[in-house]
């Protein structure tokens, strides 16, 4: 049996977005907010299931189902970002993504062909990020935050190499000031909190003309 077609403007994400708050919702109700069939929202909720989104469900095969989040997230909202980018960091230009293999490499690309100083790739779900050593970087939708950005310096790279330890006592100094304690760097850029990893800084340049083109994922 041939089943009714998703339209292409429904994605996992937009599903994501309508249960973000961890109510619950009627799948018939998803499946009308959408415009697609209830058995598209099943598929949808597998595919968030296989990006590490958890979801729960009531009800049966036989009666109305209905699901929710295991619990709320957070989703990156650019409107708010945008607001809260004033200032100095307005030479920022943010762009949110739901999904991409890596922000380093896409950022990275975008260098090579002349992206502006400042550039900022921001992306929810990542399934191949760059870590030290050819480590693998992934993230979850809500569980963290994952994003590179494009900075320019005039000086050579004999003189940036502390670059990443910086980027790294930089972070840790403001998540501080939100509230992070016991907060410690792990040579050369991991963040620590408890024993555990919080997060990670991995800095790649590039030469571009006569300046020096740093790239930082964090």
């Given at each position: 049996?041939?089943?009714?077609?998703?339209?292409?403007?429904?994605?996992?994400?937009?599903?994501?977005?309508?249960?973000?708050?961890?109510?619950?919702?009627?799948?018939?109700?998803?499946?009308?907010?959408?415009?697609?069939?209830?058995?598209?929202?099943?598929?949808?909720?597998?595919?968030?299931?296989?990006?590490?989104?958890?979801?729960?469900?009531?009800?049966?095969?036989?009666?109305?189902?209905?699901?929710?989040?295991?619990?709320?997230?957070?989703?990156?909202?650019?409107?708010?970002?945008?607001?809260?980018?004033?200032?100095?960091?307005r030479e920022f230009q943010v762009?949110?993504?739901?999904?991409?293999?890596?922000?380093?490499?896409?950022?990275?690309?975008?260098?090579?062909?002349?992206?502006?100083?400042?550039?900022?790739?921001v992306c929810e779900h990542q399934?191949?990020?760059?870590?030290?050593?050819?480590?693998?970087?992934?993230?979850?939708?809500?569980?963290?935050?994952?994003?590179?950005?494009?900075?320019?310096?005039?000086?050579?790279?004999?003189?940036?190499?502390?670059?990443?330890?910086?980027?790294?006592?930089?972070?840790?100094?403001?998540?501080?000031?939100?509230?992070?304690?016991?907060?410690?760097?792990?040579?050369?850029?991991?963040?620590?909190?408890?024993?555990?990893?919080?997060?990670?800084?991995?800095?790649?340049?590039?030469?571009?003309?006569?300046?020096?083109?740093?790239?930082?994922?964090?």
């Open positions: 049996m041939l089943l009714p077609p998703i339209p292409a403007s429904v994605n996992p994400f937009t599903l994501l977005r309508l249960l973000a708050d961890g109510q619950v919702w009627p799948e018939q109700d998803l499946a009308l907010q959408l415009g697609c069939p209830v058995t598209a929202i099943r598929l949808l909720g597998d595919a968030l299931l296989q990006m590490g989104v958890v979801l729960t469900s009531t009800g049966s095969e036989s009666n109305p189902r209905a699901i929710r989040l295991e619990r709320p997230i957070d989703l990156i909202d650019r409107a708010e970002l945008e607001h809260r980018l004033v200032g100095p960091v762009e949110v993504l739901d999904e991409c293999g890596s922000t380093n490499a896409l950022l990275g690309e975008r260098a090579r062909s002349g992206a502006a100083h400042g550039s900022v790739i399934t191949a990020g760059k870590g030290r050593r050819g480590n693998a970087w992934a993230s979850a939708p809500g569980c963290s935050l994952t994003f590179s950005l494009l900075w320019q310096f005039s000086r050579p790279s004999s003189e940036l190499q502390g670059l990443s330890l910086a980027v790294a006592v930089a972070c840790a100094k403001a998540l501080e000031r939100h509230g992070a304690h016991r907060l410690r760097l792990k040579w050369p850029n991991d963040l620590i909190i408890e024993e555990r990893k919080l997060g990670g800084i991995l800095v790649e340049s590039l030469l571009r003309d006569a300046g020096e083109i740093g790239r930082a994922h964090v």
